[in-house]
């Protein structure tokens, strides 16, 4: 049972057992556990469970699109990184645990609590930022170098940008 535990399945296309050994490939991809950490969400049957695709080209593109998802959360997490190495306070996360050095889920996770209250005054459409997230929110966008126009702004410039409720 442990021994079947302990076992997996690496595949390449590298046929020759003189260029790529058994235990070369298993150390080479023991080595990239950043890349597989990233692409982990993938192999999450929650995630890709519900995901049929017919056709081949269709699967491919899927996989492109998930290639470039995983580049801008790299980048993302990257920049968050790299301006809080400049900070001299830590980033306040969900569950009231503080880092210097967030993952980008950490972070996505506070960005994912924002609900933009949008309203209607005086013909024109007015977004704003709540309140109790504001300071929160602000930090996270200066520090990617953004501002609350990405969640105020309406498309097309007509709406008014307000950041406080």
């Known amino acids: 049972m442990h021994q079947q535990a302990s076992t997996f399945i690496l595949i390449t296309n590298e046929m020759d057992e003189e260029k790529l050994t058994d235990e070369d490939m298993l150390k080479g991809y023991k080595a990239q556990q950043t890349v597989e950490n990233r692409f982990r969400f993938l192999k999450n049957p929650y995630f890709v469970g519900s995901i049929y695709l017919s056709k081949p080209e269709w699967v491919e593109a899927f996989a492109y699109i998930m290639m470039i998802s995983v580049m801008i959360y790299s980048l993302f997490e990257y920049l968050i990184r790299r301006e809080m190495a400049k900070e001299k306070e ?3 996360l969900m569950g009231g645990r503080a880092s210097f050095r967030p993952t980008g889920e950490a972070v996505l996770e506070i960005l994912d609590t924002v609900q933009i209250v949008q309203m209607e005054q005086n013909g024109q459409t007015i977004r ?4 109790n997230l504001r300071s929160q929110i ?3 966008l200066t520090l990617l170098g953004m501002g609350p126009a990405i969640y105020t702004q309406l498309k097309g410039g007509n709406g008014v940008e307000n950041t406080r409720v």
């Open 90 to 92: 830590p980033l306040e």
């Open 128 to 131: 704003l930022l709540p309140e």
């Open 138 to 140: 602000e930090r996270i």
